[in-house]
């Protein structure tokens, strides 16, 4: 790998890995470009796996697996407890890394790294309490037994806005499980994945447990690995296109799937909502990582009678914010993660514009270098324009104007998506009532931050399949073994 001066300035040398890592090897290479998104400038330059260089990624994830799965939890605890210990000591140049790479302002991607570090905590804790079951049949003759058993080797594919965490997040529970892995991190941010492969190594991770490949070629990459029969597992973050086309890819060999997909997260203020407090969870989620958050707040569903006073006051605070690079210490807002993400938010404003919108602040790109857009509130958004119905992934604010809580129930629940959603009300029996009949994975009630390492994080309907965190996350690496016995 090599480094360009922006790169060495801002991140710690220690930090800085050579290439593929594969069998607790690292094999040097170039081929994958990073950029750094506040300017354009390469920043670094990155090994590009082969279809070769997987299958031996899968051979070492295999030859450590039989040592891993038998590697008593307590000592697997503890190797998870040491790698979060040397996240923490490293979290500020980690932080860099992300707002260097990935371009959130250093404030989220220290907050990223705290969130991150955590699911090798949390897991810690839970690999030394994998449950079994032990009950009588209903005939009283007999007892069932069931043990969880690691389900084999996994492949876990992480998308570019959470570098750090959507790794952890799979890495911890697949760890706990008794799991040896794959990573294939997002080739726009893969530096941060390859600093903490190193810390892995540091904190005591055998060779061939945890495997880390940066591709320009993750379709062919990923088949491959799919149709070794040693891979069992496959568990993706990403949009949700590229999730169906895996689930099919997946579906030929059989391997089980768990997929963390996009949202279109609605986001209710009710008239009896407390309008700062709703105004403060608007703008966390909203503009956590500049909007290009999966749980981000995608339609603003917002009653007659408080509307016109969010709408004075979303455009107020999103008017204040900073832009720059994530880098600079006085950056609120960050740039966009490439060029195409800028094109993109600027289709569905020009659309959500050109169909009756109006912007109150922001609502076309900046001409500066590098991917920056505004920070932008619209109003008198037509409730099927695009911007409704695809993600944003980024700082644009749609607002929509209800009446009754049936029609904010039939708004919030109008998308293929069921991530997350928001409800701000004071009521809180009205916040719960509503709460029940929206679709959705997630509900944050006058909370607009819901991520928790300790609580299940996933999506219904084509927002994904399974969940992460929580004590139910590590089950999406284990197979249930009943054992029937007569004694
Ligand atoms: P993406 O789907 O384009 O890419 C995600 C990952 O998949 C990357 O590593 C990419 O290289 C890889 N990939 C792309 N094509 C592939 C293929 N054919 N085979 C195998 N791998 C392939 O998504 P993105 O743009 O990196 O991330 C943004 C998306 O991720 C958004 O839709 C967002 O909502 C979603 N997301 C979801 C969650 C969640 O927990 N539900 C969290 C973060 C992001």
Redesign the pocket.
């Known amino acids: 790998m090599t480094f360009h001066a922006k790169f060495s300035g801002y991140a710690d040398p220690a930090l800085h890995a050579v290439g593929l890592y594969i069998g607790g090897k690292w094999q040097s290479g170039s081929g994958i470009t990073v950029l750094d998104p506040s300017t354009g400038n390469l920043l670094a330059e990155v090994a590009d796996a082969s279809i070769e260089d997987a299958q031996r990624a899968v051979d070492a994830a295999d030859a450590a697996a039989a040592g891993w799965r038998a590697t008593p939890a307590r000592q697997r605890s503890e190797i998870l407890r040491r790698w979060y210990q040397l996240m923490t000591q490293h979290a500020e140049e980690l932080a860099t890394l992300i707002a260097l790479e990935n371009g959130k302002a250093l404030a989220d991607a220290r907050g990223e790294v705290a969130y991150a570090a955590e699911f090798f905590r949390w897991y810690a804790e839970e690999a030394t309490r994998i449950p079994g079951e032990f009950r009588h049949t209903p005939s009283g003759s007999h007892n069932i037994l069931v043990d969880h058993e690691p389900i084999g080797i996994a492949v876990l594919?992480?998308?570019?806005?959470?570098p750090a965490a959507?790794a952890t997040?799979k890495i911890g529970p697949a760890l706990a499980a008794g799991c040896t892995v794959i990573l294939?991190?997002?080739?726009?941010t893969p530096l941060t994945a390859y600093a903490m492969a190193r810390l892995g190594e540091e904190a005591g991770v055998p060779p061939g447990v945890v495997n880390v490949l940066t591709?320009s070629n993750?379709?062919?990459?990923?088949?491959a690995m799919l149709a070794d029969p040693r891979v069992r597992k496959l568990s993706?973050?990403?949009?949700?296109?590229?999730?169906r086309?895996?689930l099919a890819?997946a579906a030929k060999s059989v391997v089980s799937c768990s997929?963390?997909?996009?949202?279109n997260a609605p986001f209710i203020v009710f008239d009896d909502a407390d309008l700062e407090v709703a105004l403060d969870g608007a703008m966390i989620a909203k503009m956590r990582n500049a909007g290009?958050?999966?749980?981000?707040a995608n339609r603003f569903y917002v009653q007659a009678g408080i509307h016109d006073a969010f709408v004075a006051g979303l455009t107020a605070r999103m008017k204040s914010l900073k832009l720059g690079p994530g880098y600079d210490p006085e950056t609120q807002c960050g740039p966009m993660?490439t060029q195409n993400?800028v094109r993109k938010i600027d289709r569905l404003v020009s659309e959500a514009l050109a169909a009756g919108a109006r912007a109150t602040t922001g609502g076309k790109p900046l001409t500066e270098n590098g991917y920056f857009y505004p920070p932008t509130v619209l109003e008198n958004v037509p409730v099927n324009a695009s911007i409704a119905r695809e993600?944003i992934?980024g700082p644009v604010a749609p607002v929509y104007k209800f009446e009754s809580d049936d029609e904010a129930i039939r708004l919030a629940n109008n998308t293929e998506y069921g991530?997350a959603a928001y409800i701000y009300s004071r009521d809180l029996k009205r916040a719960m009532k509503v709460g029940k009949r929206i679709e959705t994975g997630m509900l944050g009630i006058n909370r607009g931050l819901m991520s928790d390492p300790a609580a299940p994080?996933?999506?219904v309907k084509q927002?994904?399949l399974g969940r992460?965190g929580g004590v139910t996350g590590i089950l999406e690496f284990m197979e249930p073994k009943y054992f029937a016995v007569d004694y």
Do not use: D, H, Q, Y
């Open positions: 594919i992480t998308p570019w806005n959470f959507m997040r294939k991190p997002a080739s726009e591709t993750p379709g062919g990459i990923t088949n993706f973050t990403g949009s949700t296109g590229v999730g086309v895996l890819e997929m963390e997909l996009g949202g290009e958050a999966c749980t981000a993660i993400a993600e992934f991530l994080f996933g999506g927002s994904g992460e």
